[in-house]
């Protein structure tokens, strides 16, 4: 039998980003939380300690499943963002340093796991790319000292000190790899919970979910799909959180004045995202920016074809004339095109469908994701043992 592996996982508890101090149980990014599911399915191979740093005590179980421990330090305010998280990272340090993992992983670099990693000693440091800081700083104009700024220097900085770079698709390994140790492209793990959905399209709902913000489109869509008749129109619905930013409060005035087929649901719950896809007939992401979004791995999960912009790491994942439709996100006739495409063709839709589900079975199951992962750290922990 083959050793276990011992993993400091570290990731962000989103009660403490959220603020939801009273919520009883962590929550994590639906990423995140899809590959503990996978690691809690081989029981006998890998032992997960998850670290989430937090500014208050909070109800926390001590485990999350029989082979995962829940850690939660508790860190001032002077320890996060205003001393870029150093704080954080010498308290989780020391959590670390009592576990003595056989390795580190930190998901994400958008808030203190980055420093987090760089100060866990010498054992290997794996790191994932979700949100890629340094193309959304790029894009945003981020200056010193914004968030933006902060996260995409950190993220610079670990991404040279981590012995491999997880990447999620090969967008993010083409842009990192020359300033790390060693690339990996593993995409994220979907929630089982996805693959369960019985999809059963209604005619003409399509879903666009994301946070409104300006790189993901909201209304640049809606502008394109103005162009189309009014019988073409799909019946559209935004679901994500919309800020008081100038880009949200123009986001809001261009669904209500087109009220007659578009409308804004809000964040959805996990629970209410699969119940929306149960009735999709497919899910649209207009993006300019995105590596691995969540919600084109469950809505293919789910039996939903996707269309989707034509950019970052989106064409690893769907793939035109199978899975669903990529389009010029600039281009409004390119974007009608592709809704049209999947409207007007049932038969080609439901193909897509099931090879959209047949795809996420294959690939985005949480447990052959888990053991992707476990092969990489098996090949550097070996690696690391014949250099000795």
């Given at each position: 039998?083959?050793?276990?592996?011992?993993?400091?996982?570290?990731?962000?508890?989103?009660?403490?980003?959220?603020?939801?101090?009273?919520?009883?149980?962590?929550?994590?990014?639906?990423?995140?939380?899809?590959?503990?599911?996978?690691?809690?399915?081989?029981?006998?191979?890998?032992?997960?300690?998850?670290?989430?740093?937090?500014?208050?005590?909070?109800?926390?179980?001590?485990?999350?499943?029989?082979?995962?421990?829940f850690?939660?330090?508790?860190?001032?305010?002077?320890?996060?963002?205003?001393?870029?998280?150093?704080?954080?990272?010498?308290?989780?340090?020391?959590?670390i340093?009592?576990?003595?993992?056989?390795?580190?992983?930190?998901?994400?670099?958008?808030?203190?796991?980055?420093?987090?990693?760089?100060l866990s000693?010498?054992?290997?440091?794996?790191?994932?790319?979700?949100?890629?800081?340094?193309?959304?700083?790029?894009?945003?104009?981020?200056?010193?000292?914004?968030?933006?700024?902060?996260?995409?220097?950190l993220?610079?900085?670990?991404?040279?000190?981590?012995?491999?770079?997880?990447?999620?698709?090969?967008?993010?390994?083409?842009?990192?790899?020359?300033?790390?140790?060693?690339?990996?492209?593993?995409?994220?793990?979907?929630?089982?919970?996805?693959?369960?959905?019985?999809?059963?399209?209604?005619?003409?709902?399509?879903?666009?979910?994301?946070?409104?913000?300006?790189?993901?489109?909201?209304?640049?869509?809606?502008?394109?799909?103005?162009?189309?008749?009014?019988?073409?129109?799909?019946?559209?619905?935004?679901?994500?959180r919309?800020?008081?930013?100038?880009?949200?409060?123009?986001?809001?005035?261009?669904?209500?004045?087109?009220?007659?087929?578009?409308?804004?649901?809000?964040?959805?719950?996990?629970e209410?995202?699969?119940?929306?896809l149960?009735r999709?007939?497919?899910?649209?992401?207009?993006?300019?920016?995105?590596?691995?979004?969540?919600?084109?791995?469950?809505?293919m999960?789910?039996?939903?074809?996707?269309?989707?912009?034509?950019?970052?790491?989106?064409?690893?994942?769907?793939h035109?004339?199978?899975?669903?439709?990529?389009?010029?996100?600039?281009?409004?006739?390119?974007?009608?095109?592709?809704?049209?495409?999947?409207?007007?063709?049932?038969?080609?839709?439901?193909?897509?469908?099931?090879?959209?589900?047949?795809?996420?079975?294959?690939?985005?199951?949480?447990?052959?994701?888990?053991?992707?992962?476990?092969?990489i750290?098996?090949?550097?922990?070996?690696?690391k043992?014949?250099?000795?």
């Amino acid at each position: 039998m083959r050793k276990k592996i011992t993993i400091a996982f570290l990731t962000t508890d989103n009660r403490e980003q959220l603020g939801s101090y009273s919520d009883e149980s962590p929550h994590f990014g639906t990423a995140m939380a899809a590959l503990l599911q996978g690691f809690a399915m081989l029981p006998n191979e890998v032992e997960v300690h998850v670290i989430s740093c937090s500014k208050r005590r909070m109800t926390k179980p001590e485990k999350l499943a029989s082979n995962i421990w829940f850690h939660q330090p508790i860190v001032s305010q002077i320890g996060w963002g205003r001393s870029a998280f150093l704080g954080c990272g010498l308290a989780v340090r020391k959590i670390i340093n009592q576990i003595n993992p056989d390795l580190v992983h930190a998901q994400g670099t958008e808030r203190d796991c980055a420093v987090s990693l760089m100060l866990s000693g010498k054992r290997p440091k794996f790191l994932t790319i979700h949100g890629h800081m340094a193309r959304i700083a790029e894009i945003s104009g981020a200056r010193f000292p914004s968030y933006y700024w902060l996260a995409s220097t950190l993220e610079a900085m670990v991404v040279k000190r981590a012995d491999a770079v997880v990447a999620l698709t090969h967008y993010t390994k083409q842009r990192v790899e020359q300033h790390a140790r060693c690339t990996y492209v593993i995409p994220n793990a979907v929630d089982e919970a996805f693959l369960r959905v019985n999809n059963q399209a209604q005619e003409m709902l399509a879903l666009c979910v994301a946070n409104v913000h300006v790189w993901k489109r909201q209304i640049e869509l809606m502008e394109a799909l103005d162009g189309l008749p009014e019988h073409q129109k799909p019946q559209l619905v935004f679901l994500g959180r919309s800020s008081t930013s100038d880009y949200g409060v123009r986001f809001r005035e261009a669904v209500s004045a087109r009220s007659g087929w578009c409308q804004y649901e809000g964040n959805a719950s996990r629970e209410q995202l699969r119940d929306w896809l149960a009735r999709a007939s497919f899910v649209i992401l207009p993006s300019i920016e995105d590596n691995c979004p969540m919600v084109a791995l469950e809505a293919m999960a789910a039996g939903v074809p996707v269309a989707a912009s034509n950019i970052g790491g989106i064409p690893d994942l769907v793939h035109p004339g199978k899975t669903g439709e990529l389009f010029d996100p600039q281009d409004p006739a390119r974007i009608r095109s592709a809704v049209l495409k999947l409207l007007s063709h049932n038969d080609y839709r439901d193909d897509c469908a099931r090879r959209a589900r047949l795809h996420a079975l294959e690939n985005y199951h949480p447990k052959s994701v888990a053991e992707r992962h476990l092969a990489i750290y098996r090949e550097l922990l070996q690696s690391k043992e014949r250099t000795r």
